[in-house]
Nanobody, 124 residues
Framework: VQLQASGGGLVQAGGSLRLSCQASGGGFRQYTMGWFRQAPGKEREFVSAVRWNNAMYYADAVKGRFTISRDNAKNTVYLQMNGLKPEDTAVYYC???????????????????WGQGTQVTVSS
């Protein structure tokens, strides 16, 4: 599976962005798709994930502001980010895995496939 993330940019605090991650290769609908982010000097952290059955999971820091969704017909997962804050500034990565278990869904090490990352910068 190859993943191509897009949609990052520079936005003022309170603004919105929508990230997209398109997958190539078969079996997309069976994959758990995740979004992670990494700020300078920090470890990569979980943002959100959506499983094959459309169950969605969020980090506490983004709950109520971000929404993950998937379009299996387009092999694409989205991350709608509203109410952006300066602390959301990071490189955002999409990830995929077909065998991940629920208890590991927030662990980046468990994902086999990664996109190249897209920069999100939120100015105050």
């Amino acid at each position: 599976v190859q993943l191509q993330a897009s949609g990052g940019g520079l936005v003022q605090a309170g603004g919105s962005l929508r990230l997209s991650c398109q997958a190539s290769g078969g079996g997309f609908r069976q994959y758990t798709m995740g979004w992670f982010r990494q700020a300078p000097g920090k470890e990569r952290e979980f943002v959100s994930a959506v499983r094959w059955n459309n169950a969605m999971y969020y980090a506490d820091a983004v709950k109520g502001r971000f929404t993950i969704s998937r379009d299996n017909a387009k092999n694409t997962v989205y991350l709608q980010m509203n109410g952006l804050k300066p602390e959301d500034t990071a490189v955002y990565y999409c990830a995929a895995d077909s065998r991940i278990i629920l208890s590991s869904i927030r662990d980046p090490i468990q994902y086999d496939f990664w996109g190249q990352g897209t920069q999100v910068t939120v100015s105050s």
